[in-house]
């Protein structure tokens, strides 16, 4: 048998997957292909089996999800190139203003994925190879457009990162924000709303958690409880 | 099935009609057969991003491409997912299906044993049974399968049956279970190195005897 012949032959074993497929060039790759054509056969004898309803339909979310997260992606190296530029907010600001800022794309993957219309901006993304974080953009209860602060969760290390923007507590008064675990039960203060990005470690913090930021007296609640909560936001799974 | 969902057509750049395109019957490989006719006619619309064409092969392929998951996994869950896999990569990847190169049938099935086989060895394999019956060579050698999606079934059963009895198990073992070399050693207890001398002159003599149907078709 000649060399052609042996290589063809291995074609057929990586095929048939006997042999990891490796690298292939050009060539080796059509071989490989015209093989598993051939092999397709095969297949002919298994008798058809219905696959369970509504198994399409998961499908098409699958393909809308995959494409949103493509035209997701462009926006957000898009937004990072901006704010290079600019400077203002920090990275996790950035990545998120991506989704912000891009309704049309929000709303199709909310209705693709059968979610109700958030009303938070609580957005649900898993379909990324890239790092998953928990994020959640903690809005004015009036005015969802005025974000007071950014929250991001490394899941790996448990690391909380906070990214405040420019609001303004009332008069005579201060900003501080909270953690409620799961969004309900007693909230645990993360102290007054910081003047710049910081990072508290160690908080266990999952999806569904809510943060808020209350208007306190001068110093900070004084009971231990937050006197008026005016932003909400709750905590979500993101991958990019 | 897709009606009434809000799944787009394909976006710009690669955006498609709703009009169905016909296959094109000078088309070398085809198939010649009314279902793989009608499959290769979807491809090359879902090519075009044509939602519809792609509803209409999934109720039209999903059956045979689940019941072959189904029988590489031996589990239901993995085996949703590789179909789900299956089809988003085939809406992904239409456009590389090239009618010339074989049957629309062929290349869909490809995809699917090849994401079957991806996800259990991912996940680790069922223990539910893995023997390989002797009815995949009868069940290939009935006619009434060899019309099914334009496969030349009937010259590859002939050219299985000509094999002597460890090279038809090796390979049937490995498409069906997806083995590697050294899995199928440990499964039938014999040393690697002669079940790659077994399985590699099979595959030879396989090869020569599907050549020799296709010079006796011409």
């Known amino acids: 048998m000649g060399r052609a012949d042996e290589r063809d032959i291995d074609a057929a074993e990586r095929a048939l997957g006997v042999v990891p497929r490796g690298r292939e060039s050009a060539r080796e790759a059509e071989a490989r292909e015209a093989w598993e054509m051939r092999f397709a056969g095969l297949a002919a004898v298994i008798p058809p089996v219905a696959p369970p309803p509504g198994l399409f339909g998961t499908i098409e979310t699958k393909i809308q999800l995959d494409e949103t997260v493509v035209e997701l992606q462009a926006e957000r190296r898009r937004r990072r190139a901006w704010r290079r530029a600019s400077g203002v907010l920090g990275a996790v600001a950035a990545v998120l203003l991506a989704f912000v800022l891009v309704p049309g794309a929000l709303d199709r993957v909310r209705q693709a994925a059968g979610l109700a219309p958030a009303d938070d901006g609580a957005l649900t993304l898993a379909t990324g190879d890239g790092p998953v974080r928990y994020v959640a953009l903690v809005r004015h209860d009036d005015d969802p457009t005025l974000t007071g602060l950014v929250v991001q969760v490394d899941p790996d290390t448990g690391e909380l990162t906070l990214v405040p923007t420019r609001v303004a507590p009332p008069e005579n008064s201060v900003f501080e924000v909270w953690h409620l675990p799961g969004g309900e039960g007693t909230p645990r203060s993360l102290g007054l709303f910081p003047e710049g990005k910081i990072t508290v470690e160690a908080v266990m913090a999952q999806p569904g958690d809510t943060f808020s930021i209350s208007a306190e007296p001068l110093g900070g609640s004084p009971d231990g409880y937050p006197s008026e909560p005016l932003f909400h936001g709750t905590l979500t799974l993101a991958s990019f | ?218």
Request: with cysteine; net charge neutral; hydrophobic share 40%.
């Open chain 2, 1 to 218: 099935m897709a009606d009434g969902r809000s799944f787009p057509d394909r976006a710009p750049g690669r955006a498609g009609s709703d009009t169905e395109r016909l296959p094109r019957s000078d088309r070398a490989g085809a198939g010649g057969g009314g279902v793989d006719a009608a499959i290769t006619a979807h491809l090359l619309a879902i090519a075009g991003g044509n939602r519809r064409s792609f509803a209409a092969l999934y109720e039209k392929a999903s059956p045979k491409l689940f019941g072959l998951i189904l029988r590489i996994t031996r589990d239901r869950g993995t085996a949703e997912d590789a179909l789900q896999d299956t089809f988003v990569h085939i809406w992904q990847n239409a456009g590389r299906f090239d009618p010339a190169r074989g049957p629309a049938m062929a290349w869909i099935t490809v995809i699917a044993r090849n994401r079957a086989v991806d996800l259990v060895r991912k996940r680790g394999r069922s223990t539910a049974g893995s023997e390989v019956g002797p009815e995949p060579l009868d069940a290939m050698a009935d006619p009434s399968a060899a019309a099914d999606g334009g496969l030349d079934v009937l010259a590859l059963a002939r050219c299985l049956g000509q094999l002597d009895d460890r090279g038809q198990e090796l390979v049937l073992l490995a498409y069906f279970e997806g083995w590697t070399r050294e899995e199928l050693a440990q499964r039938i207890d014999a040393p690697v190195n002669s079940v790659k001398t077994w399985l590699r002159r099979g595959l030879i003599a396989l090869r020569a005897c599907l050549e020799g149907e296709n010079d006796g078709a011409r």
